[in-house]
């Protein structure tokens, strides 16, 4: 069966070891060694996830038979960010429902500047 | 093998039917069979997904026995935003780089507007 993009981008980052090869990757290219440092599995394994995340193309590999370098290609997360967007408004709404909530109580005991978003 | 709760998230995630039921919940509870509708399977399949998405926190279901609606619970997309937030830079960052190659150019033929991330 086909799977569609952001499906396979989401099975890719439902792993840990795939979600920490990408954020070694954010800090700059690496080889499979390189990356298979922190981990305490075969070069192997690590390949299989580096195939994973390649194929969902959240990586690419370099030319060089040898070596492959792998770069982080962040443009499928930007696709998993979009699907968000339509959600977002659920927890953005409940803060204004809470603000707004608080704002009704004469002296609310417990009420805390509203936390915002980071953009 | 205990899953973390992100991995378990973006598993749940990374089905279209999953995220179509997630879509139909946005509009509001609904049964079971009425998030069977759209599907062209058994209840017993979309069961096993709504299984999928209680797990993974991203739905909770009424306590009446015989129609247990379903509800969405955004909260876990919200962590999922959060882990793409140290991501986000990267696109940025690219949208910079553009930005500022074609303010290079004396009058660039195909410069458009800058497209800005909706917040």
Redesign the interface.
């Known amino acids: 069966m086909a799977v ?1 993009r ?6 890719a ?4 070891t795939r ?1 920490g090869i ?2 070694r990757l ?1 800090t700059g290219d690496a080889t499979v060694g390189e990356l298979a440092e922190p981990y305490d599995m075969s070069l192997a394994a690590v390949s299989k996830h580096l195939k994973v995340l390649e194929e969902a193309k959240l990586i690419s590999r370099g030319r060089e038979a040898q070596w492959r370098p792998c770069h ?1 290609e ?2 499928p ?2 696709a ?2 979009a ?6 408004r ?2 953005d709404r ?1 803060l204004d429902s809470l603000a707004d909530y608080l704002k009704t109580m004469p002296d609310p005991p417990f009420a805390k500047k509203r936390r915002r978003r ?2």
């Not at 980052?13 to 840990?16: G, V």
């Open positions: 569609d952001l499906s396979a981008t989401l099975f980052l439902a792993d840990p979600r990408l954020a954010a982080l962040a443009e997360l930007r998993v960010e699907w968000l967007e339509d959600y977002r659920f927890w409940s980071r953009t």
